[in-house]
């Protein structure tokens, strides 16, 4: 019985990136990394991105993403297709990035020719 709990909770209270991983191994995603205390410089609107489903994990909520992930420093988008590391920017020591969601889309659109019109 105690283990059936632990294993209820486990699930009630999984990180938010351990859902993602399954949610972005398909298709085109952008996933930001970024911690909570750093959460007024997150790249704004990448829900707006055409054609890729878009996460946000916060660090915080899991030790492990850091080394997982490879994420030095926070924000950090990376854009993955089926679940492969395909473009990755970093914030620098402003803990700020200088994209927006159009910089992310133009990769998008190479990824899914939709640039070729």
Do not use: C
């Not at 890729?52 to 850091?66: E, G, L, P, V």
């Not at 994209?99 to 640039?115: L, P, W």
């Amino acid at each position: 019985m105690k283990i059936f709990l632990l294993y209820i909770s486990m699930l009630l209270f999984a990180s938010d990136a351990t859902k993602e991983v399954n949610a972005w191994e398909k298709g085109i995603s952008v996933v930001q990394y970024n911690a909570l205390f750093n959460k007024s410089n997150a790249v704004q609107s990448l829900e707006k991105i055409l054609d890729a489903k878009s996460f946000n994990s916060w660090i915080d909520n899991d030790a492990t993403i850091k080394d997982t992930y490879n994420v030095h420093s926070v924000p950090t988008v990376i854009l993955y297709k089926d679940g492969i590391e395909v473009r990755r920017w970093e914030a620098g020591i402003s803990m700020k990035l200088k994209i927006t969601y159009r910089d992310v889309q133009k990769f998008v659109d190479e990824i899914t020719g939709a640039n070729q019109f």
